[in-house]
C-alpha cells in the first residue's frame, strides 16, 4: 500500500535533471575527462573520475532478502499492474521534463513510412527464444511491437540523461557517456591488437540503431552490422538511417538472435554489446559471449558495455526506483549474479578490463588471444 501510494506521487521524485537520488552527483572531474577522451586516447582518467560503491552489487539485486522481497512484490499480479502503469508513466514524464519529447518522437515514427522497411528485414525463419516473449519495459508483447520500437530512441536518450543528471543537456550527456564508452574500446584495441586496424563491427543488440550509427561514426571506415532480434528496432533503425546523411559505408541489419548468429567464423575485429546484457537471462549471456569469441578474429575485440554492480548511485538507488526498475526488467537478478570476467575469461578471452565509463555504467573490454 505504501509502495502504491509513492508510486502515484512518483513524479515529484523526478527532478528537472532526472530522477532524484541523494547520490548522483557526477565528479567535478567530468568535463576533464570528455575533453581528454576526445582528443586523446588515454582513457586511465576516465578509471578514477566515477566513484564506485562499498558493495559487490546493490542489495536490491541477486539472492538477498531485500531482493527476494521486491521480486515477490512483483510477482502478486494486481500490483505488478500498478507498477507496470506507473513506470510507464515515470519513462515518459521523466523523459518529457528533460526535454526529451518522448510523445512527439513517438508519434513521428508511428507516422513515418517505417513499415515498409519490415518485410526486407524480418527472418521469418528465426525461432525466439523464451525468454524474448515476455511482457519487458511494460509492453505486454515485450520488444516485439512497433510502439516499443518507436519509443526506443526516446527512452535511450532518458537512460543516458538519468546517468549523467548534472549534465547540462541530453545532448551533453550523450557526448560524455558514448564518448567515454568509445574511447575505453579505441584504447583496448590499440593497446592489445596486434593488427590496430577496425575493419568489421558486429553491434549485438543495436536496438534502434543507436549504438551502431555511433560506432560507425568513431570508425568511419569499418563497417558496421547491427544485429537485433526485434525485427521492428530494425526496421526503425534502417528507416532513420535511411533519412540521415548517407555514408560512405551504410551500416547493415541483421536480424538473428546474438545467441547464435550465423555469422561466419573469424569474421570480425570488434564486437560490441551495450545494454543488453540487463535484459538477458544468464544462459543467454554466456552463449553470447561464446558466440563473439567464435565470430571475432584473433585480437579482436569484445566490448559490452552495461549496469554496473559496483555503480556507488545504483548501489544507493532509492527504493520505489528500484521496485519499478525491476518490475519491467525480468532478468535484472540473473545479469546482476553474472560473474562477466569469469564469463569471458571461460569462453578465451583474455586482457579482461573494466571500467566505469559514467557513474552508472561499466565497459567492459577484451581480447581474442591472437
Ligand atoms: C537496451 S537495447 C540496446 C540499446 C543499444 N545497443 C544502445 O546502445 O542504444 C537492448 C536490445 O537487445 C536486444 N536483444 C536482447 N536479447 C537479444 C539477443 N539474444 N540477440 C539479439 N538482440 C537481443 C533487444 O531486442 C534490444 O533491442
Not at 515514427?109 to 515498409?116: A, M, P
Not at 526516446?154 to 558514448?178: D, F, G, L, N, Y
Not at 596486434?194 to 561514426?217: E, H, K, N, P
Request: charged share 20%.
Amino acid at each position: 500500500m505504501a509502495l502504491c501510494s509513492q508510486l502515484q506521487n512518483l513524479s515529484s521524485l523526478i527532478s528537472p535533471h532526472g530522477i532524484t537520488t541523494t547520490t548522483t552527483k557526477a565528479p567535478t572531474r567530468r568535463h576533464v575527462v570528455v575533453h581528454a577522451a576526445a582528443s586523446d586516447t588515454t582513457t586511465s582518467l576516465q578509471a578514477s573520475s566515477y566513484e564506485e560503491g562499498k558493495l559487490v552489487r546493490p542489495k536490491w539485486t541477486g539472492e538477498t532478502p531485500l531482493s527476494r522481497m521486491v521480486r515477490a512484490l512483483i510477482s502478486f499480479k494486481p500490483l505488478y499492474s500498478i507498477l507496470k502503469l506507473g513506470a510507464r508513466q515515470v519513462f515518459i514524464s521523466t523523459a518529457e521534463k528533460n526535454n526529451i519529447p518522448w510523445r512527439e518522437m513517438t508519434k513521428e515514427i508511428l507516422e513515418s513510412q517505417v513499415y515498409k522497411e519490415l518485410d526486407s528485414i524480418q527472418n521469418q525463419s528465426l525461432v525466439y527464444p523464451d525468454y524474448y516473449l515476455n511482457p519487458f519495459h511494460a509492453y505486454d508483447e515485450g520488444n516485439l511491437t512497433w510502439l516499443a520500437a518507436a519509443e526506443a530512441e526516446a527512452a535511450t536518450k532518458s537512460m543516458v540523461r538519468r546517468a549523467i543528471p548534472t549534465a547540462s543537456s541530453v545532448e551533453e550527456a550523450t557526448q560524455i557517456m558514448r564518448g567515454n564508452w568509445l574511447n575505453a574500446i579505441e584504447q583496448h584495441h590499440l593497446q592489445h591488437s596486434q593488427t590496430s586496424m577496425i575493419g568489421d563491427i558486429l553491434d549485438i543488440g543495436c536496438s534502434v540503431g543507436v549504438s551502431s550509427r555511433f560506432l560507425a561514426d568513431k570508425f568511419p571506415t569499418a563497417n558496421v552490422i547491427g544485429l537485433d532480434m526485434s525485427p521492428y528496432f530494425l526496421a526503425v533503425a534502417q528507416h532513420k538511417e535511411k533519412s540521415g546523411t548517407p555514408r560512405k559505408n551504410p551500416i547493415k541489419w541483421i536480424h538473428a538472435n546474438g545467441e547464435d548468429t550465423g555469422l561466419p567464423f573469424k569474421s570480425f575485429d570488434l564486437v560490441s554489446i551495450s545494454y543488453v546484457f540487463h535484459e538477458c537471462p544468464a544462459r543467454a549471456i554466456v552463449n553470447v559471449v561464446k558466440e563473439a569469441f567464435r565470430f571475432l578474429r584473433p585480437g579482436g575485440t569484445f566490448a559490452m558495455t552495461d549496469n554496473s554492480p559496483k555503480s556507488k548511485v545504483l548501489q544507493e538507488l532509492s527504493p520505489v526506483l528500484f521496485t519499478l526498475m525491476k518490475s519491467t526488467e525480468p532478468f535484472l537478478d540473473e545479469y546482476y549474479l553474472t560473474d562477466m570476467d569469469e564469463t569471458l575469461r571461460e569462453a578465451g578471452f583474455v586482457n579482461i578490463k573494466s571500467i566505469l565509463t559514467d557513474p552508472r555504467h561499466v565497459t567492459l573490454t577484451a581480447t581474442v588471444p591472437q
